[in-house]
């Protein structure tokens, strides 16, 4: 199983930007599609976005799509959100998930995720 660990969340201000980056380990971690997904107090854990094994593909959330962005380092064991133009709306915990299938938006078919980290964005 894959081991993930999220870093960088923070406090921002509205239309300011923050990168939260997972770093992996355990296992070859080219092997594995990853993913991004977010919960805020009350509601139910979001998809945000997902990138494949090689890094050629991704997708978004329709929230999300224009605004942040999923890259991952394989060398690095490391997959990377960046997040532009944040709204009060993006403030949650940000999970990073590993799954051998791409692409994924349910969190139930993800095996392996991070801790997370909080994402809080001040009007």
């Known amino acids: 199983q894959v081991q993930l660990v999220e870093s960088g969340g923070g406090l921002v201000q509205a239309g300011g930007s923050l990168s939260v980056s997972c770093a992996a380990s355990?296992?070859?971690?080219?092997?594995?599609?990853m993913g991004w997904f977010r919960q805020a107090p009350g509601k139910e854990r979001e998809f945000v976005g997902a990138?494949?094994?090689?890094?050629?593909?991704?997708m978004y959330a329709d929230s999300v799509k224009g605004r942040f962005t999923i890259s991952r380092d394989n060398a690095k064991n490391t997959v990377y959100l960046q997040m532009n133009s944040l709204k009060p709306e993006d403030t949650a915990v940000y999970y990073c998930a590993a799954s051998p299938n791409y692409p994924l938006k349910l969190h139930r078919l993800y095996s392996a995720w991070g801790q997370g980290t909080q994402v809080t964005v001040s009007s």
């Open positions: 990138i494949s094994w090689g890094g050629t593909s991704t």
């Open positions: 355990g296992r070859t971690f080219s092997n594995y599609a």
